[in-house]
Nanobody, 116 residues
């Protein structure tokens, strides 16, 4: 069974930081790439960051490069998204994702609001 459980969202001021966590089922974590997506108000869902199953390869959306970092902790079956220098445009629901052909699997989402 595929389980993805996000946490760590909240309200933060512009320029602040947050770290999101996604705990995955062990077999998912060991074998598949993991991603973070987000969907802002009135916007389409977009890829934020992706990390390979071994952690050796990462990929970021253009809007977050240099500010966000994705990482994974094998001991905890957890993928993290460290978000720094947050802007109001980063306000969105953030979703943990993995693709196991032919399906995409999603967590329940965690709200991030950047506002003064």
């Amino acid at each position: 069974q595929v389980q993805l459980v996000e946490s760590g969202g909240g309200l933060v001021q512009p320029g602040g930081s947050l770290r999101l966590s996604c705990v995955a089922s062990p077999f998912v974590f060991r074998s598949y790439a993991m991603s973070w997506y987000r969907q802002g108000p009135g916007k389409e869902r977009e890829l934020v960051a992706q990390i390979s199953n071994g952690g050796g390869s990462t990929n970021y959306g253009d809007s977050v490069k240099g500010r966000f970092t994705i990482s994974r902790d094998s001991a905890k079956n957890t993928v993290y998204l460290q978000m720094n220098s947050l802007k109001s445009d980063d306000t969105a629901v953030y979703y943990c994702n993995t693709f196991i052909a032919p399906f995409n699997y999603w967590g329940q989402g965690t709200q991030v609001t950047v506002s003064s």
